[in-house]
């Protein structure tokens, strides 16, 4: 399972971060994503890490303005969100890549577990 969490209201400008905790003792051998919904549009890619953390991409438009992290100690990912603007506002979901020791992946199918999501709310 993944638990999402973090999210809130911050004025633009603000900063957030999220976090994503996994369960079980084999999500650090995955690369993680984290993906976001504004309503009425699709879920779209935002970042991803690889499973050892040495490797990391992001989507142009949040790249840098946003980390991913990840502590496998911990089981848990992390998205350091800086200098937030309001088009930054929708659900954000963490999910898990479906290969293990895969590489980093873009696209929704190339991920088999979702978190619930987090509401990240943006005002002008």
């Known amino acids: 399972q993944l638990q999402a969490s973090g999210g809130g209201l911050v004025q633009a400008g603000g900063s957030l971060r999220l976090s994503c905790a996994a369960s079980g003792r084999a999500r650090s051998m995955y690369a993680m994503g984290w993906f976001r919904q504004a309503p009425g549009k699709e879920r779209d890619f935002v970042a991803a890490?690889?499973?050892?953390?040495?490797?990391?991409y992001y989507a142009e438009s949040v790249k840098s303005r946003f980390t991913i992290s990840r502590d496998n100690a911990k089981n848990t990912v992390y998205l350091q969100m800086n200098s937030l603007k309001p088009e930054d506002t929708a659900v954000y979901y963490c999910a898990k890549g479906a290969d293990r020791r895969g590489p980093i992946e873009t696209s929704r199918q190339k991920y088999d577990y979702w978190g619930q999501g987090t509401l990240v709310t943006v005002s002008s």
């Open positions: 890490i690889s499973w050892s953390g040495y490797y990391t």
